[in-house]
Nanobody
Framework: QVQLVESGGGLVHLGGSLRLSCAAS??????MGWYRRAPGKQREKVATITSGGNTNYADSVKGRFTITRHNAKNTVSLQMSSLKPEDTAVYYC??????????????WGQGTQVTVSS
């Protein structure tokens, strides 16, 4: 049974920093990462990282957020700096599993709230 357990998040002032962490279990994971959903908006990708360490960031967070991964521990973290009010959202940990037929099966954490006050 795949489980993604997030930690971190909370309330921070404009320009502050936060670190999100996610511990995954139950499978061997292909890509891992973070998505977010702001109030009234669709869920969007924040950052992803492959098992080989290749990263991809949303343009809105490039240079401010850093995603890291520890393959042996099945953890993924997101260091967020220079936070802005528009970063306020529920952040979801993501991981996918490559099935025998090549299909990627996605899994999601329960979400953690990040609020940036101005």
């Amino acid at each position: 049974q795949v489980q993604l357990v997030e930690s971190g998040g909370g309330l921070v002032h404009l320009g502050g920093s936060l670190r999100l962490s996610c511990a995954a279990s139950g499978s061997i994971f292909n890509a891992m990462g973070w998505y977010r959903r702001a109030p009234g908006k669709q869920r969007e990708k924040v950052a992803t990282i492959t098992s080989g360490g290749n990263t991809n960031y949303a343009d809105s967070v490039k240079g401010r957020f850093t995603i890291t991964r520890h393959n042996a521990k099945n953890t993924v973290s997101l260091q967020m700096s220079s936070l802005k009010p528009e970063d306020t959202a529920v952040y979801y940990c993501y991981a996918d599993v490559r099935m025998w037929n090549g299909v990627l099966l996605p899994y999601w954490g329960q979400g953690t709230q990040v609020t940036v006050s101005s």
